[in-house]
């Protein structure tokens, strides 16, 4: 939010505090309501939001010419309550595992972890970290 209780009205900062819930992505619904407040110099700014669903949650089987696969997926667009995207998945086969951890902070942080193996059974690890 761009306003805060006590300052002085500002119509511009308004419309940009609630266009910056919107953008967010994680309300279903944001709608501001400005009312006259208790003088005549006062304003009372009431702001409504609808709660979507922010996270998936996959699971999958199957089978064909290269053999069985279980895969496993997680993703959680606002983490904690804080707009952070979480997202996990685990894919597994007769002869291959292979997985990807990653967590992204639009304010912050980017980092992702990928495993998968290599020739000869070893496994290939990777972690990308990238500063906004």
Same mark, same amino acid.
């Given at each position: 939010? %761009?306003?805060?209780?006590?300052?002085?009205?500002?119509?511009? %900062?308004?419309?940009?505090?609630?266009?910056? %819930?919107?953008? /967010?992505?994680?309300?279903?619904?944001?709608?501001?309501?400005?009312?006259?407040? #208790?003088?005549?110099?006062?304003?009372? %700014?009431?702001? #409504?939001?609808?709660?979507?669903?922010?996270?998936?949650?996959?699971?999958?089987?199957?089978?064909? *010419?290269?053999?069985?696969? $279980?895969? $496993?997926?997680?993703?959680? &667009?606002?983490?904690?309550?804080?707009?952070?995207?979480?997202?996990? &998945?685990?894919?597994?086969?007769?002869? *291959?595992? /292979?997985?990807?951890?990653?967590?992204?902070?639009?304010?912050?942080?980017?980092?992702?972890? *990928?495993?998968?193996?290599?020739?000869?059974?070893?496994?290939?690890?990777?972690?990308?970290?990238? $500063?906004?």
């Amino acid at each position: 939010m %761009l306003v805060d209780e006590g300052d002085p009205y500002s119509a511009l %900062l308004v419309n940009k505090s609630v266009n910056k %819930l919107k953008a /967010r992505g994680i309300f279903g619904n944001v709608d501001s309501k400005i009312t006259e407040g #208790s003088l005549p110099d006062l304003k009372v %700014l009431e702001i #409504s939001v609808e709660e979507k669903a922010t996270g998936e949650i996959m699971a999958g089987a199957g089978i064909g *010419t290269q053999g069985t696969s $279980f895969q $496993f997926a997680v993703k959680e &667009n606002n983490f904690l309550g804080r707009g952070i995207e979480f997202s996990t &998945n685990l894919e597994l086969t007769e002869e *291959t595992v /292979r997985g990807m951890f990653g967590v992204s902070n639009p304010k912050e942080i980017k980092c992702s972890f *990928t495993f998968r193996p290599n020739a000869g059974s070893h496994f290939l690890f990777s972690f990308i970290i990238s $500063f906004i």
